[in-house]
């Protein structure tokens, strides 16, 4: 069973930085893509950034410039640096990744970004 755990969340000011991480039970070297997503209450879960297995890497205008997925294939791990907090990047956020021939992609559980003065 493959598992994708993350961590990191908090509550932080706005200005402030924060690191997402996202561990794999398994290797991420054969991945199709893998990504940030975020669901805001009463909003739908909508994709932040994402990385391809050639490196290409995918924003949201929403985050550009202020976000930074990276990744980590001796570790297992897809990074998330979010720099610049603001109060409407508050969300659950989720890890999700698609391996090379799995019949699905996988989610993590969820870390909760509460930006806030």
């Known amino acids: 069973q493959v598992q994708l755990v993350e961590s990191g969340g908090g509550l932080v000011q706005p200005g402030s930085s924060l690191r997402l991480s996202c561990a794999a039970s398994?290797?991420?070297?054969?991945?199709?893509?893998m990504g940030w997503y975020r669901q805001a209450p009463g909003k739908q879960r909508e994709l932040v950034a994402a990385i391809n297995s050639g490196g290409r890497t995918n924003y949201a205008d929403s985050v550009k410039g202020r976000f930074t997925i990276s990744s980590d294939n001796a570790k297992n791990t897809v990074y998330l640096q979010m720099n610049s907090l603001k109060p409407e990047d508050t969300a659950v956020y989720y890890c999700?990744?698609?391996?090379?021939?799995?019949?699905?992609?996988?989610w993590g559980q969820g870390t909760q970004v509460t930006v806030s003065s």
């Open positions: 398994r290797s991420i070297f054969s991945i199709n893509a």
């Open positions: 999700n990744v698609d391996w090379l021939g799995a019949p699905y992609a996988y």
